[in-house]
Protein backbone atom coordinates (compact mmCIF):
# COMPACT_ATOMS: atom_id res chain seq x y z
CA UNK A 1 0.00 0.00 0.00
CA UNK A 2 1.58 3.13 -0.75
CA UNK A 3 0.61 6.61 0.88
CA UNK A 4 1.77 10.12 0.36
CA UNK A 5 0.65 12.44 2.77
CA UNK A 6 0.72 16.75 1.96
CA UNK A 7 0.55 18.29 5.08
CA UNK A 8 -0.65 21.77 3.43
CA UNK A 9 -3.06 20.94 1.16
CA UNK A 10 -4.30 18.28 3.54
CA UNK A 11 -3.93 16.35 0.83
CA UNK A 12 -3.35 11.97 1.46
CA UNK A 13 -3.32 9.68 -1.07
CA UNK A 14 -3.57 5.74 -1.00
CA UNK A 15 -2.55 3.64 -3.68
CA UNK A 16 -3.14 6.53 -5.96
CA UNK A 17 -6.40 7.70 -4.80
CA UNK A 18 -5.83 11.25 -3.57
CA UNK A 19 -8.78 12.97 -1.71
CA UNK A 20 -8.56 16.59 -0.81
CA UNK A 21 -8.80 17.58 1.84
CA UNK A 22 -8.69 15.17 4.38
CA UNK A 23 -9.81 15.95 7.93
CA UNK A 24 -6.82 15.54 10.47
CA UNK A 25 -5.10 16.28 13.27
CA UNK A 26 -1.89 17.53 10.82
CA UNK A 27 1.73 18.55 12.73
CA UNK A 28 2.42 21.89 11.57
CA UNK A 29 6.13 20.71 11.56
CA UNK A 30 5.33 18.25 8.74
CA UNK A 31 5.68 19.22 5.14
CA UNK A 32 4.83 15.51 3.69
CA UNK A 33 5.07 11.92 4.47
CA UNK A 34 6.18 9.10 1.59
CA UNK A 35 5.33 5.42 2.35
CA UNK A 36 5.92 2.99 -0.48
CA UNK A 37 3.99 -0.05 1.35
CA UNK A 38 7.79 -1.05 3.25
CA UNK A 39 9.62 2.24 3.87
CA UNK A 40 8.86 6.02 3.86
CA UNK A 41 10.21 9.15 4.96
CA UNK A 42 8.84 12.09 6.67
CA UNK A 43 9.67 15.57 5.88
CA UNK A 44 9.91 18.05 8.49
CA UNK A 45 9.92 21.75 7.87
CA UNK A 46 13.17 23.45 9.64
CA UNK A 47 12.96 26.49 11.38
CA UNK A 48 15.12 27.95 8.16
CA UNK A 49 12.79 27.00 5.53
CA UNK A 50 14.49 24.01 4.90
CA UNK A 51 13.84 20.13 4.96
CA UNK A 52 14.47 17.33 7.18
CA UNK A 53 13.61 13.91 5.91
CA UNK A 54 13.59 11.09 8.56
CA UNK A 55 12.44 7.53 8.45
CA UNK A 56 8.70 6.41 8.87
CA UNK A 57 6.83 3.80 10.03
CA UNK A 58 4.13 1.55 9.40
CA UNK A 59 2.41 2.61 12.23
CA UNK A 60 3.12 6.25 11.96
CA UNK A 61 1.10 6.41 8.81
CA UNK A 62 -1.74 3.94 9.52
CA UNK A 63 -3.33 7.22 11.18
CA UNK A 64 -3.39 8.82 7.77
CA UNK A 65 -4.95 5.73 6.59
CA UNK A 66 -7.49 5.57 8.85
CA UNK A 67 -8.09 9.39 8.19
CA UNK A 68 -8.23 9.18 3.88
CA UNK A 69 -10.56 5.72 4.71
CA UNK A 70 -13.12 7.48 6.85
CA UNK A 71 -13.12 10.44 4.10
CA UNK A 72 -13.49 7.70 1.54
CA UNK A 73 -16.52 6.35 3.16
CA UNK A 74 -18.37 9.99 3.13
CA UNK A 75 -17.93 10.01 -0.03
CA UNK A 76 -19.88 7.14 -0.85
CA UNK A 77 -23.10 8.56 1.45
CA UNK A 78 -26.12 9.47 -0.73
CA UNK A 79 -26.34 12.94 -1.56
CA UNK A 80 -29.41 14.41 -0.14
CA UNK A 81 -32.84 14.20 -1.94
CA UNK A 82 -33.81 17.68 -3.79
CA UNK A 83 -36.94 19.20 -3.41
CA UNK A 84 -38.20 17.26 -6.74
CA UNK A 85 -36.62 14.51 -6.00
CA UNK A 86 -38.02 13.90 -2.70
CA UNK A 87 -41.53 14.97 -4.22
CA UNK A 88 -41.41 12.07 -6.60
CA UNK A 89 -40.30 9.92 -4.16
CA UNK A 90 -43.21 10.76 -1.59
CA UNK A 91 -45.60 10.75 -4.88
CA UNK A 92 -44.60 7.09 -5.87
CA UNK A 93 -44.97 6.09 -1.98
CA UNK A 94 -48.82 7.62 -2.09
CA UNK A 95 -49.35 5.85 -5.40
CA UNK A 96 -48.70 2.55 -4.03
CA UNK A 97 -50.02 3.17 -0.76
CA UNK A 98 -53.25 4.06 -2.58
CA UNK A 99 -53.18 0.82 -5.08
CA UNK A 100 -52.01 -1.88 -1.73
CA UNK A 101 -55.34 0.03 0.21
CA UNK A 102 -57.89 -0.99 -2.40
CA UNK A 103 -56.10 -4.32 -3.58
CA UNK A 104 -56.09 -5.54 0.06
CA UNK A 105 -59.70 -4.97 0.53
CA UNK A 106 -60.44 -6.52 -2.47
CA UNK A 107 -58.41 -9.30 -2.30
CA UNK A 108 -60.71 -12.13 -2.42
CA UNK A 109 -61.55 -11.11 -6.04
CA UNK A 110 -59.33 -12.20 -8.98
CA UNK A 111 -58.36 -9.81 -11.57
CA UNK A 112 -59.95 -11.86 -14.12
CA UNK A 113 -62.77 -11.54 -12.09
CA UNK A 114 -62.56 -7.66 -11.72
CA UNK A 115 -63.11 -7.07 -15.45
CA UNK A 116 -66.28 -7.88 -15.10
CA UNK A 117 -67.74 -5.73 -12.23
CA UNK A 118 -68.84 -3.23 -15.17
CA UNK A 119 -71.21 -5.74 -17.14
CA UNK A 120 -72.08 -7.11 -13.46
CA UNK A 121 -73.03 -3.74 -12.31
CA UNK A 122 -74.87 -3.11 -15.69
CA UNK A 123 -77.00 -6.46 -15.86
CA UNK A 124 -77.88 -6.07 -12.05
CA UNK A 125 -79.53 -2.23 -12.85
CA UNK A 126 -80.91 -3.91 -15.76
CA UNK A 127 -82.58 -7.00 -13.89
CA UNK A 128 -84.03 -4.78 -11.00
CA UNK A 129 -85.73 -2.32 -13.45
CA UNK A 130 -87.12 -5.44 -15.53
CA UNK A 131 -86.96 -8.69 -13.74
CA UNK A 132 -87.08 -10.60 -17.66
CA UNK A 133 -83.94 -8.89 -18.75
CA UNK A 134 -81.55 -10.56 -20.72
CA UNK A 135 -78.32 -10.58 -17.99
CA UNK A 136 -76.44 -13.78 -19.10
CA UNK A 137 -73.33 -12.92 -17.12
CA UNK A 138 -75.20 -12.59 -13.80
CA UNK A 139 -77.79 -15.24 -14.74
CA UNK A 140 -74.80 -17.62 -14.96
CA UNK A 141 -73.08 -16.62 -11.70
CA UNK A 142 -76.56 -17.10 -9.80
CA UNK A 143 -77.31 -20.34 -11.57
CA UNK A 144 -73.88 -21.69 -10.41
CA UNK A 145 -74.44 -20.44 -6.73
CA UNK A 146 -77.96 -21.55 -6.81
CA UNK A 147 -79.26 -18.35 -5.68
CA UNK A 148 -82.16 -16.18 -7.29
CA UNK A 149 -80.99 -14.24 -9.81
CA UNK A 150 -82.85 -10.59 -8.94
CA UNK A 151 -81.19 -11.48 -4.74
CA UNK A 152 -78.21 -11.84 -6.54
CA UNK A 153 -78.54 -8.08 -8.95
CA UNK A 154 -79.54 -6.44 -5.84
CA UNK A 155 -76.22 -8.10 -3.90
CA UNK A 156 -74.37 -7.01 -6.73
CA UNK A 157 -75.95 -3.21 -6.84
CA UNK A 158 -75.63 -2.84 -2.84
CA UNK A 159 -71.12 -4.24 -3.02
CA UNK A 160 -71.12 -2.04 -6.34
CA UNK A 161 -72.14 0.96 -3.71
CA UNK A 162 -69.87 0.10 -0.97
CA UNK A 163 -67.00 -0.66 -3.28
CA UNK A 164 -67.61 2.69 -4.91
CA UNK A 165 -67.65 4.46 -1.34
CA UNK A 166 -64.39 3.28 -0.50
CA UNK A 167 -62.86 3.25 -3.65
CA UNK A 168 -63.69 7.55 -3.48
CA UNK A 169 -62.61 7.83 -0.22
CA UNK A 170 -59.52 6.23 -0.39
CA UNK A 171 -59.35 8.50 -3.80
CA UNK A 172 -59.86 11.20 -1.96
CA UNK A 173 -57.46 10.84 0.58
CA UNK A 174 -54.79 10.31 -2.01
CA UNK A 175 -55.37 13.56 -3.71
CA UNK A 176 -54.99 15.31 0.06
CA UNK A 177 -51.40 13.74 -0.04
CA UNK A 178 -50.83 14.64 -3.31
CA UNK A 179 -51.96 18.22 -2.32
CA UNK A 180 -49.80 18.86 0.92
CA UNK A 181 -46.79 17.45 -1.07
CA UNK A 182 -47.14 19.89 -3.53
CA UNK A 183 -47.55 22.42 -1.04
CA UNK A 184 -43.87 21.61 0.33
CA UNK A 185 -41.24 23.99 -0.21
CA UNK A 186 -38.26 21.69 1.97
CA UNK A 187 -37.54 18.56 1.92
CA UNK A 188 -38.05 18.10 5.05
CA UNK A 189 -41.61 19.06 4.90
CA UNK A 190 -42.05 16.70 2.25
CA UNK A 191 -40.73 13.53 3.92
CA UNK A 192 -42.71 14.83 7.32
CA UNK A 193 -45.72 13.48 5.45
CA UNK A 194 -47.07 10.11 6.95
CA UNK A 195 -48.88 8.55 4.24
CA UNK A 196 -51.84 6.33 5.77
CA UNK A 197 -55.14 5.22 4.00
CA UNK A 198 -58.19 4.61 6.43
CA UNK A 199 -61.73 3.46 5.62
CA UNK A 200 -64.98 5.88 5.55
CA UNK A 201 -66.36 6.07 9.52
Not at 26 to 31: N, S
Not at 51 to 71: C, K, R
Not at 82 to 106: D, P, S, V, Y
Not at 129 to 140: G, K, Y
Request: glycine share 4%; aromatic share 6%.
Amino acid sequence: MQVTVIVPDKCISVDGDMIEPVEFDYDEGVHAIQWDGTNGHIEFIMADGGIMTTPVSQLEVQPYVEAWQAAKDKQKITPPLTLAEAKATKQAEIREAHNAFLLERGVEYSDMERQTWDTQRLEAQALLADPQAAAPLVRAIANARSMDVLELAQRIQVNTQAWSVLAGHATGQRLAFQDAMEACTTVEQVEAITVTFTTPE
